[in-house]
């Protein structure tokens, strides 16, 4: 069964700072890995997505890794903004579609 | 393009009874999936549909069940309300989900509040 964990669970930057959000993964039989934002009550929006077959992506001030042998993901955010405060999350796909998330990392940034 | 959506946004009902949530993918989208978000256990998988068949179905009691209409648009019921089932219910859409390729967009989700 594949499990999935964020670290931190929380963090909080001042404006400007680059930070790092980990994410691992127990399976390492996965399609694809995506990385979503999720504001406060609301649905998730989508950052990235990594193929099984690639090592990152790029998205303006995003850059995500991904290392299936050893179960690991990052996301990059660049000269963090408070507009960047938000929860993220990341999510495994180990086929048909069917998305095994963690916990999140909740993300604040202050100006 | 429009977005995946969601109806209701918002439902209030009592315990014992039953609901039903609708989504209406991504226009071209043929896979949809629905998810519970609750504060304690986070986002969990449904169950997935693909040109209305059942392809995959998470951990969830047989109260929980859903379907897909040819327009692949989907439903998703539950009967017999618990308090436990108040959360946050996501549905996303992705273009095929062969081999886990697509890529999920997710709708504004339904607060459902169970009394």
């Known amino acids: 069964k594949q499990e999935v964990t964020q670290i931190p669970a929380a963090l909080s930057v001042p404006e400007g700072e680059n930070l790092v959000l980990n994410c691992s993964f127990t399976?390492?039989?996965?399609?694809?890995l995506q990385w979503f934002r999720q504001d406060p009550g609301k649905g998730l929006t989508s950052l990235l997505l990594?193929?099984?077959?690639?090592r990152e992506q790029t998205s303006g001030r995003l850059n995500a890794s991904l290392d299936k042998s050893s179960g690991r993901s990052t996301l990059y955010i660049a000269a963090s903004q408070p507009g960047d405060s938000a929860t993220y999350l990341c999510?495994?796909?180990?086929?048909?579609?069917?998305?095994?998330f963690g916990k999140g990392t909740m993300l604040l940034v202050s100006p | 393009k429009a977005g995946v959506t969601q109806t209701p946004r918002y439902l209030i009902k009592t315990r014992g009874q039953q609901v039903t949530l609708s989504c209406s993918p991504i226009?071209?989208?043929?896979?949809v999936s629905w998810y519970q978000q609750t504060p304690g256990q986070g986002l969990q998988f449904l169950f997935e549909?693909?040109?209305?068949?059942?392809?995959n179905k998470g951990n969830f009691p047989g109260r929980f069940s859903g379907r897909q209409f040819s327009n692949s648009r989907s439903e998703m019921n539950v009967s017999t309300l618990e308090l436990g089932d108040s959360a946050l219910y996501l549905c996303?859409?992705?273009?095929?989900?062969?081999?886990?390729?697509?890529?999920?967009?997710f709708g504004p989700g339904t607060r459902l509040t169970v009394l």
């Open positions: 996303a859409s992705s273009p095929s989900g062969q081999g886990g390729l697509g890529e999920q967009f």
């Open positions: 399976d390492s039989a996965i399609y694809n």
């Open positions: 990594i193929q099984s077959s690639q």
């Open positions: 999510a495994a796909d180990s086929g048909y579609s069917t998305l095994t």
């Open positions: 226009s071209g989208h043929r896979s």
């Open positions: 549909y693909f040109s209305e068949t059942q392809r």
